[in-house]
């Protein structure tokens, strides 16, 4: 579902670097709001001790996607690509962490 509502963005893409940016920075607020409300929904419906697990995989998995997204705009630093790139791979990764819940907690 959100990946079909990702399709009304794909017009920014072939715009400039600033209409890219926006697209990209729109698909991880998407997916932002999609792991928030899986991860919400499974802190509930789980078992303390599994939900307190969680809790510590995904602060962890926050460092992992931040220093991802830094590694992989690195080679841009100082350009106009870096904050696209940063972006999209923010949006990337966490769309990859809704499905990593979803197959591991929602069996």
């Given at each position: ?102 197959n591991t907690y929602m069996k």
């Amino acid at each position: 579902q959100v990946e079909e509502s990702m399709s009304n963005l794909d017009y920014l893409y072939d715009g400039s670097t600033v209409e890219m940016k926006e697209a990209a920075g729109k698909c991880y607020e998407r997916w932002d709001n999609m792991l928030n409300e899986i991860y919400s929904l499974l802190r509930h419906e789980l078992s303390a001790s599994v939900a307190d697990d969680l809790k510590n995989k995904q602060i962890q998995w926050l460092k992992y996607r931040d220093k991802t997204a830094e590694n992989d705009a690195s080679e841009y630093e100082g350009g106009t690509m870096y904050g696209l790139i940063y972006v999209d791979s923010l949006g990337m990764t966490t769309k990859e962490r809704c499905y990593d819940l979803v197959n591991t907690y929602m069996k």
